[in-house]
Every structure is written in structure tokens, then in C-alpha cells.
Nanobody
Framework: QVQLVESGGGTVQPGGSLRLSCAAS????????VGWYRQAPGKERELVAG???????NYADSVKGRFTISRDNAKNTVYLQMNSLKPEDTAVYYC????????????WGQGTQVTVSS
């Protein structure tokens, strides 16, 4: 059973920074696509940033230039560095590991709350 555990959320003022971490219980994050999603109250869950097995990254237009996704294979962890945070970044952030090609499963973490407020 693969478990994803997010951490690093919290409350920060506009313009501040946070780094989210997504740790997996097994060595999977280096071999499947991994994404950070977020869901704000009353809104649909949206992809914020993704990283492929090759290391190729992609970002939502709303976070380009402010957020960076990265991976530490030795620690089996994916990070989301969030800078210049805005109130509209407030949401629950989820880590996803899409292992459907390998195990037939799509794994999600439990989510971590990010609140940007003055």
C-alpha cells in the first residue's frame, strides 16, 4: 500500500514563502508522474505543478515564476517551493502520484492547508 504524506502547510502573509513536502512510503516518486494539486473552498481541484519521470516540469499559469516543483530521489520526496504567495493561493494542497501505468492506482495524500492572509 502506497501512502503519500504532505507537510509544510501553514499560514503566511502575502509575499511570503512556504515549502511543501510529499513523502512516499515506498520508492515510487522517481518513476511515476507526480503532481501538486490544490482545492479552494467552492472550487474544483486544479493542477498546480507536475514533474515527470524525466524531470520535466509543468506549471499552472497562475503560479509560473513563483512556484517550483522538485524531487529528491534519495529521500523519495517531492517538494513544492512557493514564493511570493498571494491570498488567492489559499487552498488545501494535495500530492498525487499517478501509478496507473504500473500498479493501476492513482495515489493521493491527505492534503495540507495553505492560508495566505494578512
Amino acid at each position: 500500500q502506497v501512502q503519500l504524506v504532505e507537510s509544510g502547510g501553514g499560514t503566511v502573509q502575502p509575499g511570503g514563502s512556504l515549502r511543501l513536502s510529499c513523502a512516499a512510503s515506498v520508492s515510487i516518486l522517481s518513476i511515476v508522474p507526480v503532481g501538486w494539486y490544490r482545492q479552494a473552498p467552492g472550487k474544483e481541484r486544479e493542477l498546480v505543478a507536475g514533474i515527470e519521470r524525466t524531470g520535466t516540469t509543468n506549471y499552472a499559469d497562475s503560479v509560473k515564476g513563483r512556484f517550483t516543483i522538485s524531487r529528491d530521489n534519495a529521500k523519495n520526496t517531492v517538494y513544492l517551493q512557493m514564493n511570493s504567495l498571494k491570498p488567492e493561493d489559499t487552498a488545501v494542497y494535495y500530492c498525487n502520484a499517478d501509478s496507473r501505468s504500473f500498479t493501476g492506482h492513482n495515489y493521493w495524500g491527505q492534503g495540507t492547508q495553505v492560508t495566505v492572509s494578512s
